[in-house]
T-cell receptor, first 112, second 113 residues
Framework: DSGVTQTPKHLITATGQRVTLRCSPR?????VYWYQQSLDQGLQFLIQ???????AKGNILERFSAQQFPDLHSELNLSSLELGDSALYFC???????????FGPGTRLTVL | DAKTTQPPSMDCAEGRAANLPCNHS???????VYWYRQIHSQGPQYIIH?????ETNEMASLIITEDRKSSTLILPHATLRDTAVYYC?????WGRGAQKLVFGQGTRLTINP
């Protein structure tokens, strides 16, 4: 158990819908990262937040957005969902922006 | 794109040492090598990391060549629970507090009884 929690574990929704994935970092960690793992693309970095501020962006679609709240938890919002958005979404956290990332158990999103 | 190259698969007998190689010939002087593993579809699990010197922890040892262009992860006494995909990653850090891990395809390690 890494100490990073993610909810929900599974999410099934329809195309065109919007969902929110939640991540609670390890106690004391200031930085949060989101990754997407699909069958054809592997594990891909989406976005990083540090103490509420966006610090890095990867291959994140415009339909996706994220934020980190004052209590340091983070949410990833996915809108206008398409079949290709079906994937595992992982959150990771680190103490500081240059430290080791520890991953949560993931949220499996299925878009029908 | 990932800065590392790993064999797609390897086998190892239970109880033996598993040695997983990784090439990272374009690594920069201040970039760390990280190893993670993923068992089934669980979240990637951190194993070990290093910059120049060899490192050891309770899970594994990391041997980095002197020129830093390659490294080897060693699981000293492999068990069936070590069957997983192992990722070697050159961690990218830049700008004002930005960090990301670029995952390649990894090595699928199978421990055989």
């Amino acid at each position: 158990d890494s100490g990073v929690t993610q909810t929900p574990k599974h999410l099934i929704t329809a195309t065109g819908q919007r969902v929110t994935l939640r991540c609670s970092p390890r106690s004391g960690d200031l930085s949060v990262y989101w990754y997407q793992q699909s069958l054809d693309q592997g594990l891909q970095f989406l976005i990083q937040y540090y103490n509420g501020e966006e610090r890095a962006k990867g291959n994140i679609l415009e339909r996706f957005s994220a934020q980190q709240f004052p209590d340091l938890h983070s949410e990833l919002n996915l809108s206008s969902l398409e079949l290709g958005d079906s994937a595992l979404y992982f959150c990771a956290s680190s103490v500081d922006w240059a430290d080791t990332q520890y991953f949560g158990p993931g949220t499996r999103l299925t878009v029908l | 794109d990932a800065k590392t190259t790993q064999p797609p698969s390897m086998d190892c007998a239970e109880g033996r040492a598993a040695n997983l190689p990784c090439n990272h010939s374009t690594i920069s002087g201040n970039e760390y090598v990280y190893w993670y593993r993923q068992i089934h579809s669980q979240g990637p699990q951190y194993i070990i990391h290093g910059l120049k010197n060899n490192e050891t922890n309770e899970m594994a040892s990391l041997i980095i060549t002197e020129d830093r262009k390659s490294s080897t992860l060693i699981l000293p006494h492999a068990t069936l629970r070590d069957t997983a995909v192992y990722y070697c990653i050159v961690r990218e850090v830049w700008g004002r507090g930005a960090q990301k891990l670029v995952f390649g395809q990894g090595t699928r390690l199978t421990i055989n009884p």
